[in-house]
């Protein structure tokens, strides 16, 4: 009875693990939201991470989180450390590529809960009088990642936070006096 409960547990793990493997490697999560005014108001708001406070959903999720900055204050070259509760985790993230009114690319490290890497990049497209914001998250996930996929709706729990950033920066974007685009 024993070998025949063993047996079983080996079945059911080679099973799991075969399902895991082949659960897909990249993963991208993209959200968008049009927003009143000039792609170079929404744009300011994304290439200086001093100005994330006011619209980044994880700020409301951990106010005292210890935030730190370095390198230039915005543009290609800054940085934005984090270390907050188990909400926000902690991390890194460094504008690797700015262009004024047209988009910004990040490098996201995180460290915990758990390491990982991923790119983000948000992306300004004028719409006459208004800019569609389009904030993009991908990177590839490791045995780990692809067996909390599993379980976790990952691109509804972090693409809803998008949703949040996104209409947080939409408030900030219009009550300000609107940049020209150059």
Do not use: Y
């Not at 079983?8 to 082949?22: M, N, Q, R, S, T």
């Not at 659960?23 to 108001?41: E, W």
């Not at 998250?137 to 067996?147: P, R, V």
């Amino acid at each position: 009875m024993f070998k025949k409960i063993l047996i079983g547990l080996l079945v059911v793990i080679l099973v799991f693990i075969l399902v895991v493997a082949l659960q897909p490697t990249d993963f991208s999560v993209k959200r968008s939201l049009s927003m009143a005014g000039p792609a170079a108001t929404a744009f300011e708001q994304v290439n200086d991470f001093h100005r994330w406070e006011s619209w980044s959903p994880w700020v409301k999720l951990d106010p005292k989180a210890k935030l730190t900055f370095d390198g230039p204050t915005e543009g290609v070259g800054a940085k934005f450390q984090w270390a907050g509760n188990s909400d926000v985790g902690a991390g890194q993230m460094t504008i690797k590529e700015s262009k004024p009114s047209e988009q910004v690319r990040i490098d996201l490290d995180f460290t915990e809960p758990m390491a990982g890497k991923c790119e983000t990049l948000f992306t300004f497209q004028p719409e006459g009088e208004k800019t569609l914001v389009t904030w993009t998250m991908s990177g590839k996930n490791n045995f780990l990642g692809k067996a909390m996929s599993l379980f976790v709706d990952c691109d509804k729990m972090v693409g809803d936070q998008f949703v949040v950033g996104l209409e947080n920066m939409k408030k900030v974007v219009e009550k300000q006096p609107q940049v020209l685009s150059e």
